[in-house]
């Protein structure tokens, strides 16, 4: 427990330590651009995803925003939140909210790699409070994943190399995805 303990405080470290110092970039070079103001935003990408799914018993639904700013037309650095809301009828509910820092790489203009570390703030609710205690956690996660890219979106799979079956909010470490910037 104590290793535990000790593996999620150094994560949580290294992620305040990717946002501040992708917080310093992102300042850096908007400082840097200011004899000319478009630059900066010329670069700028924005985008991130949404989803929403439901049944007779179930509810889920995810907002995801985020903002990336491309060095060049290969290397992209950037920001986004995270929020989703679940709920199964008479089980449980829960809110999941979270920040990660991104990096795509364009190896040619049609293959994205990508490295991404996401902190999350899970809160979870159970109905039946006798049976299942409620809980309220971090979870890191640190995905690596490769895309196929055209234009703006790219389709792809990640993989959570710090994947926890006991505390991951996925099924499993293998997640796809659709990625799309503006």
């Not at 110092?21 to 985008?47: A, C, D, H, K």
């Not at 991104?102 to 990508?114: D, F, G, K, M, T």
């Not at 996660?141 to 790219?154: E, W, Y």
């Amino acid at each position: 427990m104590v290793l535990m303990k000790r593996n999620i405080t150094f994560y949580r470290s290294v992620f305040y330590k990717l946002i501040l110092g992708s917080m310093f970039v992102l300042i850096t070079q908007f400082g840097y651009s200011q004899n000319q103001p478009n630059e900066f935003w010329q670069q700028v990408r924005f985008g991130g995803g949404i989803g929403l799914s439901f049944s007779n018993d179930f509810f889920s639904a995810t907002l995801a925003p985020s903002a990336l700013y491309e060095f060049n037309p290969s290397f992209g650095l950037g920001v986004g939140l995270n929020g989703t809301y679940n709920s199964l009828k008479n089980r449980y509910t829960s809110t999941i909210l979270g920040a990660s820092v991104l990096a795509l790489w364009n190896v040619i203009p049609e293959v994205q790699l990508s490295a991404e570390f996401e902190e999350l703030n899970v809160h979870r609710n159970f109905e039946d409070n006798l049976a299942i205690e409620d809980e309220n956690y971090w979870y890191p996660g640190l995905f690596l994943g490769a895309g196929f890219r055209s234009n703006h979106v790219t389709f792809g799979i990640r993989y959570d190399v710090l994947y926890d079956e006991e505390q991951s909010i996925y099924a499993n470490a293998w997640v796809p995805f659709v990625r799309v910037y503006f």
